[in-house]
């Protein structure tokens, strides 16, 4: 089992910056994939970012050059800086693990509000 538990979500006004945190439960965190997905309200969940076993990165184009995705494998962390916030990233933002078997994992999710 991994359980995760997601901080960091707030109201910030456009331009600012926020950076949220994910922290795992369990052993197996160094051998999971990690990503963080979004859910605006009315709208399907959208991948933001991930970030794999070995340190690869993708970003979905709508948040390159102002999100920066880490993790930290001996705290069990996963972390999203979020600069340059724009309203249309408004949502809940939900942390992901995928562990080398494929079962997936899902925090409760944290709420991000961008005011303009």
């Known amino acids: 089992q991994v359980q995760l538990v997601e901080s960091g979500g707030g109201l910030v006004q456009a331009g600012g910056s926020l950076t949220l945190s994910c922290a795992a439960s369990?052993?197996?965190?160094?051998?999971?994939?990690m990503a963080w997905y979004r859910q605006a309200s009315g709208k399907q969940r959208e991948l933001v970012a991930t970030i794999g076993r070995g340190g690869d990165i993708d970003y979905a184009d709508s948040v390159k050059g102002r999100f920066t995705i880490s993790r930290d494998n001996d705290k069990a962390t996963v972390r999203l800086q979020m600069d340059s916030l724009r309203p249309e990233d408004t949502a809940t933002y939900y942390c992901y693990a995928r562990r080398y078997s494929g079962i997936i994992y899902w925090g409760k999710g944290t709420l991000v509000t961008v005011s303009s």
């Open positions: 369990g052993s197996t965190f160094a051998s999971n994939t």
